[in-house]
């Protein structure tokens, strides 16, 4: 089991150009998750997806789009990407059970737009 | 505006004392906590996590108390040990599929 896994892990930009971040994960989970990791900020939602085919806004959602490829993907794509979204994005997928849920992550990726 | 805050950003603990980090929130809908535990240049992993409908949680060395007249949690690390040296994050959730992250908290183990 590889988990989460997420590509690139590293990635310089110019402004306005675009990407897309990849994020797969092998464990059969529903929910995926986009999450951004600034100093001083913690961890903030960019776009869940509950299951597959649905998405969702989280808290900081303005400059991204996602797309739910299937059950084991879940991309993040900066249109035209801003100094703004220099950051460490992480992935996670959501384990449910009876006695808790669980987020897992993958390692990130370190972007940045010059 | 934050809904989950940690307002000590850091905290420096003796090998084989308590460690205690706080987390408080400010919306009431919020049912079910969750503590990470971050390394550099690591994903965030799961640690311990507590529903609203109980006040206390234990999981080995990890305890999670829940006050939610106060709107406050925190996790009792005992007794801390130098690998536990890490950020640490706490979140809550209202729905069952979105979560709210605080700030972290690096907490550092002097041996």
């Known amino acids: 089991n590889a988990g989460v896994t997420q590509t690139p892990k590293f990635q310089v930009l110019k402004t306005g150009q675009s990407m897309t971040l990849q994020c797969a994960q092998d464990?059969?989970?529903?929910?995926m998750y986009w999450y951004r990791q600034d100093p001083g900020m913690g961890l903030r939602l960019i776009y869940y997806?509950?299951?597959?085919?649905?998405?969702d806004k989280g808290e900081v959602p303005n400059g991204y789009n996602v797309s739910r490829l299937n059950k084991r993907e879940f991309s993040l794509r900066l249109e035209s990407a801003a100094p703004s979204q220099t950051s460490v994005y992480f992935c996670?997928?959501?384990?449910?059970?009876?006695?808790?849920?669980?987020?897992?992550f993958g390692p990130g990726t370190r972007l940045t737009v010059l | 505006d934050q809904q989950v805050k940690q307002n000590s950003p850091s905290l420096s603990v003796q090998e084989g004392r308590i460690s205690i980090l706080n987390c408080d929130y400010t919306?009431?809908?919020?049912?079910?906590f969750l503590w990470y535990k971050k390394y550099p240049a690591e994903g965030p992993t799961f640690l311990i996590s507590?529903?609203?409908?109980?006040d206390k949680n234990e999981d080995g060395r990890f305890t999670v108390f829940l006050n939610k007249s106060a709107k406050h949690l925190s996790l009792h690390i005992v007794p801390s040990q130098p690998g536990d040296s890490a950020v640490y994050f706490c979140?809550?959730?209202?729905?069952?599929?979105?979560?709210?992250f605080g700030t972290g908290t690096r907490l550092k183990v002097l041996a």
């Open positions: 979140a809550a959730s209202a729905e069952f599929y979105k979560y709210i």
């Open positions: 997806s509950a299951s597959e085919g649905t998405t």
């Open positions: 919306n009431s809908m919020f049912d079910y």
């Open positions: 507590i529903s609203s409908i109980k």
């Open positions: 996670a997928s959501l384990q449910t059970s009876v006695l808790y849920n669980e987020q897992f």
């Open positions: 464990m059969n989970h529903n929910s």
